[in-house]
């Protein structure tokens, strides 16, 4: 199903102005850049936030998204 751009950002807004991206795992756009975003966002708002560079240099972390 596609989504169109405006009912995309207007769905980010409506949810407390989260990051909307285009991105397409096809073409290798953006998805780094979305997925580093979220789980920033995730670890940030953890009792005791992580930085997100140190776990991706630690893969013994316990982290799922």
């Not at 009912?7 to 998805?31: D, H, M």
């Not at 991706?56 to 982290?63: C, D, T």
Request: charged residues 25%.
């Amino acid at each position: 199903m596609k989504v169109s751009e405006k009912t995309a950002r207007e769905w980010c807004a409506l949810k407390g102005n989260i990051p909307y991206f285009e991105t397409s795992a096809k073409e290798n756009y953006n998805v780094d850049e979305a997925f580093l975003c979220v789980a920033k966002t995730a670890l940030a708002s953890e009792p005791h936030p992580q930085d997100v560079n140190e776990m991706l240099v630690h893969p013994s972390s316990s982290f799922f998204v």
